[in-house]
């Protein structure tokens, strides 16, 4: 099975906002509201940011936020910080029999 | 203290056998779908495999399909992974994650990994 396509860097200034695309198909982003985005520091585990589209889990900050339109789901990081520097996966349900399909990952950093 | 310990990585030859496993605290395990997550170095997630609170549903990246097999054991607060015919590219740091209530496809807790090296 393919990946989603994200891009592979993005950059923005402390305060700014930038957001990470996450394009899949109908088979996938399209067709379900079970996108997932992760923050992955260097040598860390994932940590689980935004889940069924635009749901936040407890103790996530709400300058993150996520929507989707057709096949592209969309991760938005408002008033930028440092500490938001990390690489951001998206993840998507996948009707094919692998059922759990991944980005390729988008690097942030933040000038 | 919510927790996932993975075990049993290791270096190995091509074409041999890996048994992972995931020892879970800190929540009621058979409350949850778990799964395994692998990164290789310097490369981005991919979704191994996954099953349910029951064991009742599991799924398989194609990647791995026919070579590994997912198990659990709810009474040992444990999950499995058997890993055979092992090649170079699934050389890799393997995660063990819990689905996030009742989410097949979000994980909110995961483990520090354990690195399985495929070479001769």
């Known amino acids: 099975q393919s990946a989603l396509t994200q891009p592979a860097s993005v950059s923005g200034s402390p305060g700014q906002s930038i957001t990470i695309s996450c394009t899949g198909t109908?088979?996938?982003?399209?067709?379900?509201?079970?996108v997932s985005w992760y923050q992955q520091h260097p040598g860390k585990a994932p940590k689980l940011m935004i889940y069924?589209?635009?749901n936040r889990p407890s103790g996530v900050p709400d300058r993150f936020s996520g929507s989707k339109s057709g096949n592209t789901a969309s991760l938005t990081i408002s008033g930028l910080q440092a500490e938001d520097e990390a690489d951001y996966y998206c993840?998507?349900?996948?009707?094919?029999?692998?059922?759990?399909?991944f980005g390729g990952g988008t690097k942030l950093t933040v000038l | 203290e919510v927790q996932l310990v993975e075990s049993g990585g290791g270096l190995v030859q091509p074409g041999r056998s890996l048994r992972l496993s995931c020892a879970a605290s800190g929540f009621t395990f058979d409350d949850y779908a778990m799964h395994w997550v692998r990164q290789a170095p310097g490369k981005g997630l991919e979704w191994v495999s996954g099953i349910s609170w029951n064991s009742g549903s599991i799924g398989y990246a194609d990647s791995v399909k026919g070579r590994f097999t997912i198990s659990r054991d709810n009474a040992k607060n444990s999950l499995y992974l058997q890993m055979n015919s092992l090649r170079a590219e699934d050389t890799a740091l393997y995660y063990c994650?819990?689905?996030?209530?009742?989410?097949?496809?979000?994980?909110?807790?995961w483990g520090q990994g354990t690195m399985v090296t495929v070479s001769s």
């Open positions: 109908s088979s996938d982003v399209g067709g379900y509201n079970y």
């Open positions: 993840s998507s349900y996948t009707s094919s029999s692998t059922s759990v399909v």
């Open positions: 069924e589209v635009s």
């Open positions: 994650a819990k689905e996030y209530s009742s989410s097949w496809t979000a994980f909110d807790i």
